[in-house]
């Protein structure tokens, strides 16, 4: 009788299957985690011209649409970068720009120095734009011994070849010339 009432105690897990059990169930969930998030690890790659314009402190739309490449050297800032041709485009009641093919120059926080490859047409020359600086909310652009100051909304959107920012309506759109403050500056 007692044997009957006698319960006996449940068979308990050795510890081997326990901690395989539980091993293994980890297993699993990490490698389907890993195989849903790597193609959005792999996708993010390197960052584009325009994503490190903006890890300096510059807007994307300093440069136009169609940059096929750039390479950086971060102990000096000096940076190329390569559009898919030249490219040129006005902005009405404003300026014509003008980028080659290949820009370069040298860039730190807020600051653009030494560029090489991009224009501007003022009245009806032709003039380099050298230096571009980031002051508070405007960016002031120098060809030397003149320079101009816009507000930073403008170049939010980066302006197409040819066409600048308005192509869906081939019309173009104007710079806000309302705060340009355009400058001599002595030699």
Request: charged share 15%.
């Amino acid at each position: 009788m007692d044997i009957l009432n006698k319960q006996s105690p449940s068979p308990r897990p050795q510890p081997f299957e326990s901690n395989f059990n539980n091993r293994g169930s980890m297993s699993i969930t990490g490698l389907v985690l890993l195989l849903l998030l790597s193609p959005a690890i792999a996708a993010t790659g390197p960052p584009t011209a325009y994503e490190m314009l903006e890890s300096f402190n510059f807007p994307a739309g300093i440069l136009p649409k169609g940059v096929t490449g750039y390479e950086l050297d971060p102990s000096s800032g000096k940076f190329r970068a390569d559009l898919n041709g030249s490219c040129s485009f006005s902005l009405e009641g404003s300026y014509q720009l003008s980028y080659q093919k290949s820009i370069s120059g040298y860039i730190s926080d807020g600051k653009l120095t030494q560029l090489r490859g991009i224009s501007v047409k003022v009245l009806f020359f032709w003039l380099n734009i050298l230096d571009v600086a980031r002051v508070g909310n405007d960016l002031d652009f120098s060809v030397g011994v003149a320079s101009a100051s816009f507000p930073l909304d403008n170049f939010f959107v980066s302006p197409q070849c040819g066409c600048g920012l308005d192509c869906d309506h081939l019309r173009i759109r104007k710079l806000n010339l309302g705060n340009a403050k355009p400058s001599l500056s002595s030699l």
